[in-house]
């Protein structure tokens, strides 16, 4: 059974602070997503990683993928009161035989909070 | 344009009735997925459909659930005999296809409440 875990589950930040989000699997995936969801809002993509070594940057937010570790982290750069929302990342393993369809287990999701 | 839409947006019931949540997808999206968010936690996948076709319904919790899409747009998850445990956030999900590597592109929800 696939199993994601985000570390930590809970951040407060200072703006202007760096600071990095983990998600770790359990089982062998080389795709994997990134979510964020305000409160009682839906989940609004940010990334999509589908290779070892991936990286992606959107602003102030950088994703990385190393599948042989299989971790992941987003990386918060100077933060700001607008990055406050809870992060979760996904990962798909597909079926069986390794095609993939896109059905997402996800992690408990990071709660991050920006103060002054 | 327009986005994944849901109704309704909130639905309160009594234990041991019968609701249908439906879900309107991205005009063109062959894929379709619903999930469950429970306070506090991710989203769990309940059902993913390529078309008109239930591909996997592998995490639907028991057989009170059902979900159907006839014409390969619009879908609808049907709950039988409610109980309190069945409340949560129902999401829904459309992508261009199932392939690896699409955005799935989120609905705002139906929050369920079973009293």
């Known amino acids: 059974e696939l199993k994601v875990e985000q570390n930590p589950l809970f951040l407060s930040m200072q703006e202007g602070k760096n600071y990095t989000i983990y998600c770790n699997y359990s089982t062998t995936s080389d795709r994997l997503y990134w979510y964020r969801q305000d409160p009682g809002k839906s989940l609004e993509s940010l990334f999509v990683?589908?290779?070892?070594?991936a990286v992606k940057q959107e602003g102030r937010l950088m994703a990385s993928l190393d599948t042989k570790a299989r971790l992941s982290t987003l990386h918060i750069t100077a933060a700001v009161h607008d990055l406050s929302a809870t992060y979760f990342c996904a990962v798909d393993i597909g079926d069986a035989g390794g095609t993939s369809y896109g059905k997402l287990t996800f992690g408990q999701g990071t709660i991050l909070t920006v103060h002054p | 344009g327009a986005g994944v839409s849901q109704t309704p947006s909130n639905k309160v019931t009594e234990k041991g009735k019968y609701v249908e949540l439906r879900c309107d997808p991205i005009?063109?999206?062959?894929?379709l997925y619903w999930y469950r968010q429970s306070l506090g936690q991710g989203p769990e996948f309940l059902i993913y459909f390529q078309g008109t076709g239930a591909a996997d319904d592998s995490g639907l919790p028991n057989d009170r659930f059902f979900a159907v899409r006839p014409e390969g747009s619009v879908s609808t998850l049907k709950i039988q005999r409610t109980e309190r445990g069945d409340s949560a956030v129902y999401l829904c999900a459309s992508s261009s296809s199932g392939r690896a590597g699409k955005t799935q592109y989120f609905g705002p929800g139906t929050r369920l409440l079973v009293l």
């Open positions: 005009s063109g999206h062959t894929a």
């Open positions: 990683l589908l290779s070892n070594g």
